[in-house]
Structures are given as structure tokens and as C-alpha cells.
């Protein structure tokens, strides 16, 4: 089953909890802390590869998570790092975050990998919070949490030649004709849902894959038909073969077909509506009295694109079209408006810190140094209580808190923990 869309949760591992301990040997009096560092937390990284041609898998699990560090032990030893989760995805996939719709990775070449969310840092142990004013301090840091995502997903098809045209023109028995592919081929519409893939193979061991995209109709710009899930398969390729059906067989006039589709695509992306076309007139065996073939030849010269009449139940003139679609591939100079560029995700700037009121009155901070902050403190450990107030003292909450309005006895919210202010 072909599937080019997909949605999934990921959800990277919590670094492990730094240790709270202290030496403790014979002959060794005030040992002094020595609690190791917590693991940190596996991270959840998408592998792009050329085995895997469907998102089908991600229909029957949306769920992946890693996971956590392990704790770190007593005589400084670490906790043990948790193994990264991958993700095998076919190469073409493109990645969004689903709540900014920003690309977080665009994976087009085997083996490319992207770190979708990071694993936590582990928590380190008290052995670090030693100094001359506290030789024993007792508490550790927890772990910091991971990175959690829903992610929409979707599959563009990766090949060198795309067939492009109405539907039953003709597409699917060019391609069952030139290559191993055995798309449908029947007397109706829309014979082809999915984009299917073939091989095309030259003499003196000369390749390149063809793709067999589902046809367009009017309006698919806007998404009528299978209209984005055509054009979205189309921007991939390198070249357009244009197959129009000359026969005139059902009414249709080859020159209005070709204007009606590529206006079709300018409306979606000036990119596809530059791209080259090679025109194959098939259903020649049918034309009978008609001056179809030589109206379109005409009207095709003074725009300077080639037209190669064919026949593709019969092959006759496919050797010609398949020749001339190589030598192009050969010339093919990909500019750097096509080349696809390494996407590094980045999030959106953000200040250090924001206050909100919550439907119940209460003030709500936000910002990730805060929110670590707290979710890698332990609140029930005094050292550790007093350590996170200087910590807010030295980012100078009480000010912005007290510049939003808040006054004695209101409470403050961060995360899942709810304080009560005090001056």
C-alpha cells in the first residue's frame, strides 16, 4: 500500500537523575560527595532510506518515544547514556512540526539523518556543587526532560522523469512499456491513484527512473481531484514528459490539454512551470484524418519544445523519446534554486522568559531556561530548595512578576509546579 502522508508523535528520553552520595571507605574520614552524573537521554533521529518507498508503517504505530538516561551512582560513576531511537523513513521524506508547520528536516539522499528531538542532558551529582561555603552539599540535579513533537510527514517521489498529462492519455502504458513497472492499465479515469515508480534501461548500461504520477484535471492547483497529491510528487523531477493524447478519440484537443495543465502548475509553483518538457504525441496509430499531430507540431515549434509522436502500445517512436530524454538528463545543470539544501531546524525566537495570566488568575512563566530549571530541581531537599531561589533571584523573576501586577499571596505557575509569591 502506498502511503505518502503521515502524522507521529516522537518523543525524546529524560536524562538521567544526578546522584546524591558520599564516600564512604575505612580510614577515610569526611570522604566529601562523590555523586556521579545521570546519562543522558536517547534522542529520536529519522534515517532517510532507499529500501523504504511507503509511510504505510507509520498508519499502525504514531507513537515513539526513547529511552531515559540512566542515574548516576556513588564513587563518581555516570549513569549510563540511553541508545538513540531511529526511524527509518523513505529517502524524499519532508518533515514538519506540526504546531509551526516549520520544515525540521528535508531528507533526500539515502542514508541522511536528522535529529528530530534531542535526548536530555542527565542530571549532574552533587560532587559538582561542592565549594568552600558548602563542603557537603546534599542534593543532585534531576534529569532534564526530553523534547516531545507531533510531526506531519510527507513523501515526495524522487525521481529523474516525471510523466505528466490527463488522465488516460496514456501514461501508465509508457511506463509499463519502458521499464519493469507493471502500473494498471484500463479504460477509465484515474487507473493510477499512486505514483508508481520504473526503471528505464538504455544499451550500453544507461538508466534513469520514470515515474508514473496521477493525472491532473482542471482546478488541481486548488486541490481538486488528486490535485497536491500530483504536484507534489511532480516538483522532484528533473524533467516533464508531456504526454498528450492526438487521437482525439475523446473530444479532447491536445493544444487545450497542454495550456490547461500548465497553467495548472504556474498556479502552484513558478518552480514546476519552468521546468523542461519533452512532448510525446501519443495514440498515433489512431489519428486517422485528423490534423491534430500536425496543429500541435506547429503550435509546439514557435514555443521551441520538442514533440516526439508515439505509440505506446506498440513502442513505435519510444526509442527516439527515451534517447532524447537521456541526452537532456545528461545536460541536466541542476541551479541552486533546485538543490536541496540541508535543513537545520531551529525554534522560533523567544525571549528568555514570559508572563501570562492564567484563566484562574494565576501568573504564568514560560521560557526553557525556567521551565529546566525547575523540572531538574528537587524541591524536596533544602540545599536544593535554596540553591533554585538564588538561582530566580539572579534572573530577576520578582521584577518582571512584580512589572505584570502581582501581588502578595498570588500564585505562580511553571510547568506543573504552583508557587505562592512572597516578597
Not at 48 to 63: E, G, H
Not at 195 to 212: C, H, K, N
Not at 374 to 394: C, E, G, H, K, P
Amino acid at each position: 500500500m502506498f502511503i505518502d502522508r503521515a502524522r507521529i508523535f516522537v518523543q525524546s528520553g529524560r536524562g538521567g537523575d544526578g546522584m546524591s552520595s558520599f564516600r564512604h571507605e575505612k580510614f577515610v574520614p569526611k570522604g566529601g560527595p562523590d555523586g556521579g552524573d545521570g546519562g543522558q537521554g536517547g534522542s529520536v533521529i529519522l534515517v532517510a532510506d532507499s529500501n523504504t518507498n511507503t509511510l504505510v508503517d507509520f498508519r499502525y504505530r504514531r507513537l515513539f518515544k526513547a529511552k531515559i538516561g540512566g542515574k548516576g551512582q556513588g564513587s563518581n560513576k555516570y549513569g549510563r547514556d540511553a541508545e538513540d531511537l531511529r526511524i527509518v523513513v523513505p529517502v524524499g521524506t519532508i518533515v514538519r512540526d506540526e504546531a509551526t508547520d516549520q520544515v525540521m528536516a528535508d531528507l533526500s539522499s539515502p542514508g541522511q539523518e536528522a535529529v528530530i528531538a534531542k535526548g536530555g542532558r542527565g542530571g549532574r551529582g552533587n560532587w559538582h556543587f561542592r565549594s568552600s561555603a558548602n563542603r557537603t552539599p546534599t542534593f543532585a540535579e534531576k534529569g532534564e526532560p526530553g523534547e516531545e513533537h507531533w510531526l506531519r510527514m510527507e513523501l515526495k517521489v524522487l525521481a529523474d522523469v516525471g510523466l505528466l498529462g490527463y488522465p488516460s492519455v496514456g501514461k501508465s502504458s509508457i511506463l509499463r512499456k519502458v521499464s519493469a513497472a507493471q502500473p494498471e492499465v484500463a479504460e477509465y479515469h484515474f487507473t493510477t491513484l499512486n505514483p508508481i515508480l520504473g526503471v528505464v534501461t538504455l544499451p550500453e548500461m544507461r538508466s534513469f527512473v520514470m515515474a508514473d504520477i496521477p493525472g491532473l484535471i482542471d482546478g488541481a492547483a486548488e486541490g481538486v481531484g488528486l490535485g497536491y497529491d500530483f504536484l507534489r510528487h511532480v516538483e522532484r523531477t528533473k524533467i516533464l514528459i508531456h504526454v498528450l493524447d492526438v487521437s482525439g478519440m475523446e473530444g479532447r484537443d491536445p493544444i487545450d490539454d497542454f495550456e490547461k495543465i500548465n497553467a495548472e502548475l504556474a498556479k502552484y509553483s513558478d518552480k514546476l512551470a519552468k521546468k523542461l518538457q519533452i512532448v510525446a504525441a501519443n495514440k498515433i496509430d489512431m489519428l486517422g484524418d485528423s490534423d491534430n499531430l500536425e496543429r500541435l507540431q506547429a503550435y509546439m515549434d514557435e514555443r521551441g519544445i520538442e514533440v516526439f509522436p508515439i505509440c505506446a502500445l506498440s513502442g513505435e517512436g519510444m526509442d527516439a523519446l527515451l534517447e532524447r530524454v537521456w541526452e537532456r538528463l545528461e545536460a541536466y545543470d541542476e541551479t541552486p534554486e533546485e538543490t536541496t539544501e540541508e535543513v537545520v531546524y531551529k525554534a522560533k525566537e523567544k525571549p528568555d522568559f514570559e508572563v501570562k495570566r492564567g484563566e484562574d488568575g494565576a501568573f504564568v512563566i514560560t521560557g526553557p531556561r525556567i521551565e529546566n530549571l525547575v523540572a531538574m530541581t528537587n524541591f524536596d531537599d533544602d540545599q536544593s530548595l535554596r540553591r533554585f531561589q538564588r538561582i530566580w533571584r539572579y534572573m530577576e523573576l520578582d521584577k518582571l512578576l512584580l512589572s505584570k501586577g502581582i501581588k502578595e499571596g498570588n500564585t505562580v505557575r511553571i510547568c506543573m509546579m504552583e508557587f505562592e509569591y512572597h516578597q
